[in-house]
């Protein structure tokens, strides 16, 4: 059986992710002990991968994307695609960097590209959550396969849209 993240690892991966965001988003996060909540209005980013992981999932507000959306892109009109592109592209930056701090823990995965699906609500993989000004984003370490991600629309499609307007 793969290994689970140890607490030290995932620490150190979420210390990463927090400098990741930052210099990516301008968004600032922190560690967060809360219970993890869903929220009216959030983005359910799913990274499959191999190894010793089959994916992580990352849920992000909706104001956190567009926030990043503005931090990346000033003056682009928001809608439902653009955050979920942009939440889209922040996981598979982080989950990216991320990697490397897992493989110096012992863990190694090799992720595939993000899809937007639901909040997964499973209890037997490793989670954390970081807490932001704009709400929390929750990260499930996922060690049994996931359940299946409900697509709503290939990213692709959703990217080649943006590019189009």
């Known amino acids: 059986m793969p290994p689970t993240p140890e607490p030290e690892a995932i620490r150190a991966f979420l210390a990463d992710v927090i400098e990741v ?4 988003t301008g968004v600032t996060a922190v560690f967060d002990l809360g219970p993890g909540v869903p929220r009216e209005e959030e983005i359910t980013i799913m990274i499959h991968a191999r190894g010793d992981l089959c994916g992580l999932s990352w849920t992000f507000p909706v104001a956190l994307a567009r926030a990043a959306s503005r931090h990346m ?93």
């Open 21 to 24: 965001l930052h210099e990516t």
């Open 73 to 165: 892109v000033p003056g682009l009109e928001f809608d439902r695609a653009i955050c979920e592109v942009v939440a889209s592209e922040i996981a598979n930056i982080v989950t990216g960097r991320g990697a490397t701090v897992l493989e110096q823990h012992g863990i190694t995965i090799a992720i595939a590209t993000p899809e937007v699906g639901d909040r997964f609500d499973d209890t037997e993989n490793t989670r954390a959550r970081l807490a932001t000004i704009y709400g929390p984003i929750d990260v499930v370490f996922h060690e049994l396969a996931p359940a299946t991600v409900q697509r709503r629309e290939p990213l692709v499609t959703l990217v080649a849209g943006i590019i189009n307007r």
